[in-house]
Nanobody, 117 residues
Framework: QVQLVESGGGLVPAGGSLRLSCAAA????????MAWYRQPPGKQREWVAF???????YYPNSVKGRFTISRDNAKNTLYLQMNSLKPEDTAVYLC???????????WGQGTQVTVSS
């Protein structure tokens, strides 16, 4: 059963923007802290943003000021607006609950983001 479907990735030049979406199945999305993660080629998965059920957001320094996470609980959808993209942002982007040690959903396929220099 597919629980998470990420979309919106693509190939963009450095400095460009993308908006990712994550559609979640089930009825408990609104009460969960949700996050975007990424996995660069050959590297471990890392979180890039998370948002609590109350809407409070957190970002690591690597993306702060460039990425914005948001959610629409009526649509069970999580978003990630990415601006001023850099080649080092190239990765597969995935969503799930936060923290990732005990994810609430089965991991989806993710969406590929490639930033050219």
């Amino acid at each position: 059963q597919v629980q998470l479907v990420e979309s919106g990735g693509g190939l963009v030049p450095a400095g460009g923007s993308l908006r990712l979406s994550c559609a979640a199945a089930g009825s408990t999305f609104s009460v969960k802290t949700m996050a975007w993660y990424r996995q660069p080629p050959g590297k471990q998965r890392e979180w890039v943003a998370f948002i609590t059920s109350a809407g409070t957001t957190y970002y690591p320094n690597s993306v702060k000021g460039r990425f914005t996470i948001s959610r629409d609980n009526a649509k069970n959808t999580l978003y990630l607006q990415m601006n001023s993209l850099k080649p080092e942002d190239t990765a597969v982007y995935l969503c799930n609950s936060y923290p990732s040690g005990s994810p609430s959903y089965t991991w989806g396929q993710g969406t590929q983001v490639t930033v050219s220099s």
